[in-house]
């Protein structure tokens, strides 16, 4: 796999746990991983940690990404980063890419939907402003015209 793409793949795959791994979080998220994919997660994101451990671009960059997993700008520095750190390490690439065969293995879906209708997924995690589960009301539901 092209390191671009597998960076892409590996930050795709650690976007819905970044923040929780900071500030002691991988410990939490360790204990807690019960399933397999979340171990798969945990070890994928032990093995970019230890990797960018000591270097202090590639480390501060996920640590930025950590702090602000929401940020656009800091997912895609993390990528960035992370492609030049596989293109220049053929070993570690080749690691990580055993890393996301597990964890596609284990199944792992990540699902974003913006103002669509219904939906079904596996493991679906909703944020926004309106969002529910079943049904939606806003507003006055005793008088729908008022």
């Keep these: 796999m092209e390191p671009v793409t597998l960076a892409a793949a590996a930050v795709g795959a ?28 945990v070890e ?10 000591g270097a202090p ?5 996920l640590d930025g990404a950590e702090a602000q997993p929401d940020s656009e700008g800091r997912r895609t520095a993390l990528q960035n980063a992370l492609a030049e750190l596989l293109a220049s390490d053929p070993d570690f690439a080749a690691h990580l890419e055993q890393l996301l065969e597990q964890v596609d293995q284990a199944e792992i879906r ?5 103002d669509s209708g219904a939906v079904a997924a ?5 944020s926004g402003t309106y969002v529910a589960g079943r049904d939606l009301h806003i507003g006055d539901t005793a008088n729908p015209g008022a």
Excluded: F, K
């Design 14 to 41: 650690l976007v819905p746990y970044l923040g929780q791994m900071a500030g002691g979080g991988l410990a939490r998220l360790g204990e807690a991983a019960s399933d397999s994919a979340s171990q798969h997660i």
């Design 44 to 53: 994928l994101y032990r093995a970019i940690r230890s990797r960018v451990t």
């Design 57 to 61: 671009y590639e480390e501060a960059v």
């Design 110 to 114: 990540q699902l974003q939907i913006t």
């Design 122 to 126: 596996n493991d679906l995690h909703q």
